[in-house]
Every structure is written in structure tokens, then in C-alpha cells.
């Protein structure tokens, strides 16, 4: 568990690297419920107060068009895409592990919910009242087919990029189980050195994700933009590339 934040290096003989927190926590090997003591403490500048550039630039990819889609959204935070989505007419299906970030995004756009506990592991099922919404809140790597069914599409911000690298093949093959024969997956990564910058979020190349994925999936690299601002400036790093993939089972 993170207990300390805002542990300052002193004269250098901290050898831990700044993380997106603003502290020193070694967080290569976060675990999901350290997520709940940086929500407790609104550590979440990570959510992005409008719809994401890129999905709204590349939702065609996505939907192929189609007006009712399944969406899965991993390790959704209070992502205002969700909302987006849903109200494009698709069916939004969140995950989340941080039980204050699917309150806060139910209360941030008054949406009357109801919480129900899953059925054979441990978390809960938001659902919205009136609009297609549900957020699965637990682990991800409990997440299963026949708990969630399939999805014709997945959009996916700040998941693969914020788990634990040693963990990236095991989650991409739970979102692989989880599409449907034609599903469209689009995976928005970074380039960052994390030899200055401690993440998350971890670097991850085309090569990685065509590790986690291609051996069932065809990987294609759809966009880049440079997405170097303040935020990144502080952490000490000189540069951070967005970049956008589409997976497609194959
Ligand atoms: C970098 S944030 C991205 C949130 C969101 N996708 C967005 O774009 O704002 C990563 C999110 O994943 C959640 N998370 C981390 N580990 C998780 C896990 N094992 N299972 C489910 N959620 C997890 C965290 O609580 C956090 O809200």
C-alpha cells in the first residue's frame, strides 16, 4: 500500500524517480488498491476535464459506423468519454477498481445509480438509472467473458499504460477474451522516459503492444501527437508522444 506522499528527495539520496503523484513512491509495481489512497486524495490529474481528442477524432474506427455499439471501457476512472459514448446511443460498460472514481462519475453528471454486489468475485455493479451506463467496480484481472459478455468495441486511455508492465500480456489477453469477432480496440499509449519519470504512465512502443497483442490480433498504428505539456515538463522528462493503435482480432 502507498502510505507516504510528497517525500522529497534530500539532496539527491532519494534514488526513487518523481511519479505523476508529485512524490517519490516507488509505484513500478502499483497494485490496485493504491489507486483507492490516490483517489481518497485527488490525486487523479490524470482525467481530462472534456472528451478525448482522440476518440472523438476516431470514433468511425471504432463504432465502423454503427450506431449501437457495446463499448468496454477499461480502467475508466470518472472518464467523461463514457458519458460521450453513451450518449452517441452506444451501451457503455466501465471498469474500475477505485470505488470513489464510479461515485464521483455518477454525482459529477447526476445520474441516479444502483450498486449491486458481483456475483462470484468480489466488487460491485454500478448501474445507471435511464441511461446505458454500468461500471464494473473491481480488479480488472478478475474480469471474464461469461461475467461481461463480448464487445463490439473497446476504448482504452490510461489502462494498459497505467498497469504494471509485467502485467501488460496478462491484461491483454482478459480484453482479448472479452471481443467479439469484429471488435475494434483502440489503444491510446506513450512514448516517456521512464528513466527520468517514474510513471505511470510506462512507456509503451509499438513493438510492446504488439507483443501483448499480436499473436491473435492485427495491430495498426492509427495517429501520433506530441503531447508534451506543463504537466509532463515537471516530471523532468523532455518529451511524451501520444499515440493511437486499432486491435482487431485476427
Ligand atoms: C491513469 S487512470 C485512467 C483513468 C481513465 N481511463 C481516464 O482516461 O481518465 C487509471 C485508472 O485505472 C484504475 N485501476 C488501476 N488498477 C486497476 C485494476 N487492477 N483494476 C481496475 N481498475 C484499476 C485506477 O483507479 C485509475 O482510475
Same mark, same amino acid.
Given at each position: 500500500?502507498?502510505?507516504?506522499?510528497?517525500?522529497?528527495?534530500?539532496?539527491?539520496?532519494?534514488?526513487?524517480?518523481?511519479?505523476?503523484?508529485?512524490?517519490?513512491?516507488?509505484?513500478?509495481?502499483?497494485?490496485?488498491?493504491?489507486?483507492?489512497?490516490?483517489?481518497?486524495?485527488?490525486?487523479?490529474?490524470?482525467?481530462?476535464?472534456?472528451?478525448?481528442?482522440?476518440?472523438?477524432?476516431?470514433?468511425?474506427?471504432?463504432?465502423?459506423? !454503427? %450506431?449501437?455499439?457495446?463499448?468496454?471501457? =477499461?480502467? @475508466?476512472?470518472?472518464? #467523461? $468519454?463514457?458519458?460521450?459514448?453513451?450518449?452517441?446511443?452506444?451501451?457503455?460498460?466501465?471498469?474500475?477498481?477505485?470505488?470513489?472514481?464510479?461515485?464521483?462519475?455518477?454525482?459529477?453528471?447526476?445520474?441516479?445509480?444502483?450498486?449491486?454486489?458481483?456475483?462470484?468475485?468480489?466488487?460491485?455493479?454500478?448501474?445507471?438509472?435511464?441511461?446505458?451506463?454500468?461500471?464494473?467496480?473491481?480488479?480488472?484481472?478478475?474480469?471474464?467473458?461469461?461475467?461481461?459478455?463480448?464487445?463490439?468495441?473497446?476504448?482504452?486511455?490510461?489502462?494498459?499504460?497505467?498497469?504494471?508492465?509485467?502485467?501488460?500480456?496478462?491484461?491483454? !489477453? %482478459?480484453?482479448?477474451?472479452?471481443?467479439? =469477432?469484429? @471488435?475494434?480496440?483502440? #489503444? $491510446?499509449?506513450?512514448?516517456?522516459?521512464?528513466?527520468?519519470?517514474?510513471?505511470?504512465?510506462?512507456?509503451?512502443?509499438?513493438?510492446?503492444?504488439?507483443?501483448?497483442?499480436?499473436?491473435?490480433?492485427?495491430?495498426?498504428?492509427?495517429?501520433?501527437?506530441?503531447?508534451?505539456?506543463?504537466?509532463?515538463?515537471?516530471?523532468?522528462?523532455?518529451?511524451?508522444?501520444?499515440?493511437?493503435?486499432?486491435?482487431?482480432?485476427?
Amino acid at each position: 500500500m502507498t502510505t507516504s506522499a510528497q517525500s522529497k528527495p534530500v539532496n539527491g539520496s532519494c534514488q526513487r524517480k518523481l511519479n505523476q503523484f508529485g512524490d517519490y513512491e516507488d509505484v513500478t509495481n502499483m497494485r490496485a488498491e493504491d489507486w483507492d489512497f490516490r483517489w481518497s486524495k485527488d490525486q487523479t490529474k490524470f482525467h481530462m476535464p472534456q472528451v478525448h481528442p482522440m476518440l472523438r477524432k476516431h470514433i468511425d474506427k471504432l463504432t465502423q459506423g !454503427n %450506431i449501437r455499439s457495446r463499448v468496454f471501457v =477499461p480502467l @475508466c476512472g470518472k472518464s #467523461l $468519454d463514457m458519458k460521450w459514448l453513451a450518449d452517441q446511443g452506444h451501451e457503455v460498460i466501465g471498469n474500475e477498481y477505485a470505488d470513489e472514481g464510479c461515485r464521483q462519475f455518477f454525482e459529477e453528471h447526476n445520474i441516479p445509480y444502483t450498486t449491486t454486489p458481483l456475483q462470484g468475485i468480489k466488487g460491485v455493479l454500478y448501474k445507471a438509472t435511464g441511461v446505458p451506463i454500468q461500471i464494473y467496480r473491481c480488479d480488472c484481472f478478475d474480469l471474464t467473458s461469461k461475467l461481461l459478455g463480448k464487445f463490439d468495441c473497446i476504448w482504452d486511455r490510461g489502462g494498459f499504460v497505467a498497469l504494471p508492465v509485467k502485467e501488460r500480456k496478462r491484461y491483454a !489477453n %482478459i480484453n482479448r477474451s472479452l471481443m467479439s =469477432p469484429k @471488435c475494434r480496440y483502440l #489503444l $491510446d499509449t506513450f512514448l516517456v522516459d521512464n528513466g527520468i519519470f517514474g510513471g505511470p504512465p510506462f512507456n509503451c512502443s509499438e513493438a510492446d503492444v504488439n507483443a501483448a497483442f499480436g499473436s491473435s490480433c492485427k495491430v495498426q498504428k492509427l495517429d501520433e501527437k506530441d503531447a508534451f505539456g506543463k504537466w509532463q515538463e515537471s516530471w523532468g522528462v523532455s518529451s511524451f508522444v501520444e499515440e493511437l493503435f486499432l486491435i482487431e482480432p485476427q
